[in-house]
């Protein structure tokens, strides 16, 4: 479960690191176990609007979730630890010793006994099967550790109370969705809806283990739909929830919210909550875009996104009056990529990105989720408003780099882009820096830690483990992911050297 005292956040994402040691965030798909071509798999998905028609006094709910709770499952994850039996009669000293590898003078009762290894719970969530050869669908925190590596122990319980060990076959940071698989015969299937026919005011309920108390049912209604909320800021993540007024608590996560027929309409994700229980605000991520992401975990072993390569902020209401928009909304472009998708097409900075393929842009958020739900290569129609008219481009959808090989994933939250004049000016930056990446935006870092005072916006990247760059991709080439990298920057007038593990 996912939440926090003042917003909501994922509990078990790994945070910005105070001791600049970045984990790379990457997709974390699993390769196919093999190479040979297998059938294509595909998850069944109910098109058909709710039934709203019906104006008889409704008593019991019981029927309609008779065909969704066979469906649900407990799971319940384990980590291996190190575990060491301290001596009693230790003194601090011991202590100190042991940090510069030294024997103390004395020691008092029995030495400390051997380390050794044992397995310990780690998490507790729930999920839906989703398909007949035991596919689940569930929450990426509720199956991975603090850094974001699936466990090394995936128990999955049924309704029945049948116990099977699962395997991950992908997930994705940037919606907090996983796929696992267990091995099974006989299993109950849950039929997927589309949550793009929902309304705000709809009757829905929230399956899974709350607290551990078991299997458990919960009722509410939309309170509100494609909301955002900032949990997965630190993974660039793609946020329109399903927000819910049915109780959810730790050990919902993963589990499925449920329409009138019974159907999986979103899958339980987090709340907002300044007590650390359910007081009435809870998200889900929406069936569509949960299917979407799992049918390309399964088929393709990865999430392919469209790209556009835009940069681009809030349209402020002073932006709105100086471009003659009614409202302040869209995504107002402050930079475009070259050769990317977005300047191909003739997408200029300060255009006001309002549609894509006809659905409103609201915000930067709001097109970053509607490029992703592209695919690449195919054409979209993106409307702009520029110098106070509303103009159609036509876009072919590039590809988003891949998960590993992004700077998005390395410095979470960071921006990068070449040295040019415009950039040397702006940040008043020597005219001896020939070339280099600038940071352009450094996210939530610490100001108080090494990453937060140097790497900042201004900052020039000049080489990384000697090597020059000249481009956010060769920034991105040069790091070596896992082990200590020598960034020499330019930063307050004069050269650093950093290191950083990214």
Request: glycine share 10%; hydrophobic share 40%.
């Amino acid at each position: 479960m996912i939440m926090n005292k003042r917003t909501s956040m994922l509990a078990g994402l790994a945070a910005f690191s105070a001791v600049i040691a970045l984990a790379p965030l990457f997709a974390g798909q699993e390769k196919k176990d093999s190479a040979a071509k297998k059938p294509a798999v595909e998850f069944n998905f109910d098109s058909r609007p709710i039934d709203r028609s019906s104006k008889v006094r409704v008593t019991s709910y019981a029927d309609t979730l008779a065909r969704i709770t066979p469906a649900v499952v407990s799971i319940r994850t384990e980590q291996t630890v190190q575990v060491i039996q301290r001596n009693p009669f230790r003194s601090p000293l011991d202590d100190l010793f042991d940090l510069y590898g030294m024997a103390p003078p004395r020691r008092r009762g029995q030495p400390d006994a051997a380390p050794r290894t044992e397995k310990r719970p780690m998490g507790l969530g729930s999920g839906t099967i989703i398909h007949a050869d035991g596919y689940i669908l569930t929450n990426r925190h509720v199956i991975s550790d603090n850094e974001g590596d699936p466990a090394e122990e995936i128990t999955v319980e049924l309704a029945d109370k049948r116990q099977f060990k699962a395997k991950v076959i992908g997930s994705d940071p940037k919606t907090d969705i996983a796929i696992i698989k267990i091995e099974a015969p006989k299993l109950p299937v849950a039929q997927v809806a589309d949550s793009g026919a929902l309304r705000v005011g709809d009757i829905v309920f929230a399956v899974g283990n709350p607290l551990g108390v078991g299997m458990s049912v919960s009722q509410g209604i939309v309170s509100a739909l494609a909301r955002e909320v900032g949990i997965l800021r630190s993974e660039q993540g793609l946020e329109s929830f399903i927000q819910t007024d049915a109780s959810i608590n730790p050990g919902n996560s993963g589990g499925p919210l449920v329409d009138a027929d019974g159907r999986v309409v979103g899958v339980n994700t987090a709340i907002a909550s300044p007590t650390r229980a359910s007081v009435g605000i809870g998200f889900a991520v929406p069936s569509s875009l949960a299917l979407d992401i799992i049918t390309s975990l399964v088929n393709q072993g990865g999430v392919a996104r469209g790209y556009f390569g835009v940069e681009t902020q809030y349209v402020t209401p002073g932006i709105a009056e100086r471009l003659g928009l009614p409202t302040p909304t869209g995504a107002f472009v402050t930079g475009v990529e070259e050769n990317s998708a977005a300047d191909k097409a003739g997408i200029r900075p300060e255009d006001t990105i309002t549609q894509i393929n006809g659905e409103s842009v609201e915000n930067p958020s709001s097109l970053r989720y509607l490029v992703s739900k592209l695919k690449p290569g195919e054409k979209a129609r993106v409307e702009v408003v520029r110098d106070g008219k509303k103009k159609t481009i036509e876009i072919t959808v590039g590809s988003q780099k891949a998960e590993s090989d992004s700077l998005e994933a390395l410095f979470p939250g960071f921006e990068f882009r070449s040295l040019n004049k415009e950039l040397r000016t702006q940040y008043s930056i020597s005219p001896r820096i020939k070339e280099g990446v600038v940071i352009t935006k450094n996210g939530e870092a610490n100001p108080h830690t090494l990453l937060g005072r140097f790497l900042r916006p201004g900052t020039v990247i000049v080489a990384v483990n000697r090597t020059g760059v000249a481009t956010p991709e060769d920034l991105a080439k040069a790091i070596h992911k896992g082990s200590e990298n020598i960034l020499r920057i330019y930063a307050n007038g004069r050269f650093h050297a950093l290191s950083v593990k990214l």
